[in-house]
């Protein structure tokens, strides 16, 4: 009879720990599943941002050409820019684009935090058919931040009739987690000078 008692504890006990190691290891995987979509989100968001950066078209001369942000300390981000990157949901497919961003408190879900707006819509047309109005693009964004560097310093706010494009463009991301601490991002993209005869 000790015997047995003997063996049903130490199978308790190996129980008890082989049920903990697959705790452990389901905790592990769902966190990694939810942090892969807060990494799907910024990579979006960067890949997107990184090509109309890439293909910012400039001219202080032209008034429907623009590149400008500016940020206020715990208020809305925004960064409004002309590009040759255009998207599918331009009705022209080719040209160039005016994009604007604009990060704000998430209307469909304020415990989430801020949401990243963004529209587009063609330069150079007479009418308002290409025009897209404003879509959401990355919800769940805990805080934002660019930063713009030109001439040797970085500038939280641009306005390109003053000084043209900056070299460089400097996004960082905070996503929230549901409940956990927020992931951080961080990425600079150059700013190609175009040059306009």
Known sequence: MVEVLVAISLLAILLTSVYGIFSSVSLARERLDANSAEYHRARVLFDRLGRELRGAYFRASDQNLVFTSRSVDDGPVELELTTSAVSPLSQTGSGIARVHYLLVEDPEDPTEGLVLMRSENPVHESTD????????????????????????????????????????????????????????????FEVPEVTVR
């Open 129 to 188: 058919e290409g025009a897209v109005g404003m879509m959401r693009m990355v919800p769940g964004i805990k805080a934002m931040a660019l930063r713009f560097y030109a001439n040797g310093t970085w500038q939280t706010a641009w306005d390109g009739r003053k000084s043209g494009l900056p070299e460089m463009v400097e996004i960082e991301l905070q996503l929230s987690t549901g409940g956990e601490e927020p992931i951080y991002f961080i990425s600079a």
